[in-house]
């Protein structure tokens, strides 16, 4: 009889080849080039409020964000920049609007790197020399980042509205002012609200250059609209190799933004899975409370540091079926449960009891996966 290789594959299907892009680095984050996709955020405190700051940055680190933004449209928040970038554990980029100035104080401050909108500050067609020099200088990356709101008058006056082309020739307009100074260590963004024409305007982007792209859908919405616009945009580009790092737009806590930014890399196989809960959407063949089972059992496993498939199943259709192939897994009904550890049966427990066993037994799996005496449990 020949096996079936159970859980996880160890050596997951891609969607496609990544883009061939050039490699920046924002402070220690490799960007592009190869390099693994990375997850961004950006804080919602008052850069001038050095200490909230840098406990946000540090929530956000903990949920695994791996380079934050911070805004400095004052000189208050200018002079915070130092601190903050020399105390937090993550490359910090200063977030630059309507003031040139600002942009050689973050990087006098040691920011790693520095996003500037060429819509909006058109004082900086004419200090783009002494920036590129100074970012030279410094080490420090650079990101363009065109936004459908805030398009150049000129661009809007030409396409009639922010579309996919007026986007793309805002970015590369302003790369060439960088490309006349021999600077070419940016990204370049080109979001827009909707994800149609923000996928275009990638697709596009993509064609035209080797720059590594960050992707974003601008004011995406509250949290479900904005996982949702986000989600679909993303992995539309993402499956197609464009993408180097990315942040999701939530009107919603910024860690949220990390948790749905992860979860969407995870899903596409770019990110080693994590804790990952296989649940049926229930129906009228279940014969346990399929939904509170699966919020029990992802609420008592979150923030396990293992890649884990746990399957939490209520019928006898799919059920037994779906928990052999995760590492661990419950095929439930008439008020009990088959306990699955990578494929087979180790026990049948009654229902009150089978959460409290898949954590049991989870913690077990997460212990011998690292060889550890004791389980790790993270900060979600």
């Known amino acids: 009889m020949s096996s079936v290789s159970l859980g996880i594959p160890s050596v997951p299907l891609t969607l496609a080849e990544r883009r061939t892009s050039r490699q920046i680095r924002v402070g220690t984050v490799p960007v592009g080039g ?49 601190a903050i970038a ?58 363009i980042g065109v936004n459908a709101g805030s398009l150049d008058k000129r661009l809007l006056a030409k396409y009639g509205k922010a579309t ?79 993408g180097d790092t990315l942040r999701v737009s939530l009107s919603a806590p910024p860690v949220e933004e990390v948790k749905v930014g992860i979860q969407i890399l995870e899903s596409l196989g770019l990110r080693e899975r994590g804790l990952e809960i296989v649940s049926c959407p229930s129906c009228g063949r279940a014969q346990v409370d399929v939904y509170t089972l699966a919020d029990k059992v992802t609420a008592g496993l979150e923030g396990l540091d293992v890649p884990l498939r746990v399957a939490v199943m209520g019928c006898v259709v ?21 306990i699955f550890v990578k494929g087979e049966v180790i026990k049948t427990v009654p229902e009150s009891k089978i959460v409290e066993t898949l954590i049991e037994e989870a913690l077990k799996l997460a212990d011998g996966m690292r060889g550890t005496g004791t389980p790790t449990v993270v900060a979600g």
Request: aromatic share 6%; net charge negative; proline share 5%.
């Open 34 to 82: 190869g390099a693994p996709v990375s997850v961004q955020s950006m804080t919602t405190t008052r850069t001038s409020d050095i200490g909230a700051t840098l406990q946000q940055i540090a929530e956000l680190t903990a949920a695994g964000c791996q380079i934050v933004r911070v805004a400095c449209p004052t000189q208050d928040d200018a002079d915070a920049l130092a």
């Open 86 to 143: 020399k105390k937090s554990q993550i490359p910090v980029i200063a977030d630059i609007h309507f003031q040139p100035k600002y942009v050689f104080a973050a990087i006098d401050a040691g920011c790693a790197a520095v996003r500037v909108n060429p819509g909006n500050i058109k004082q900086f067609d004419d200090r783009v020399k002494d920036i590129a020099r100074a970012a030279a200088d410094a080490g420090t990356s650079i990101r």
């Open 164 to 242: 996919p082309e007026a986007l793309v020739e805002s970015a590369l307009w302003e790369a060439s002012l960088f490309e006349e100074h021999d600077f070419r260590d940016f990204k370049i963004a080109v979001k827009h609200h909707d994800p149609v024409v923000m996928i275009h305007a990638y697709r596009l982007l993509a064609e035209r250059c080797d720059y590594p792209l960050h992707l974003g859908v601008t004011e995406a919405g509250p949290a479900f609209q904005g996982t949702i616009k986000s989600a679909v945009a993303f992995g539309a580009l993402l499956a197609q190799g464009i």
């Open 318 to 338: 799919n059920g037994p079926g779906e928990a052999r192939e995760a590492d661990l897994g419950v095929a439930s009904g008439n008020g009990k449960g088959q």
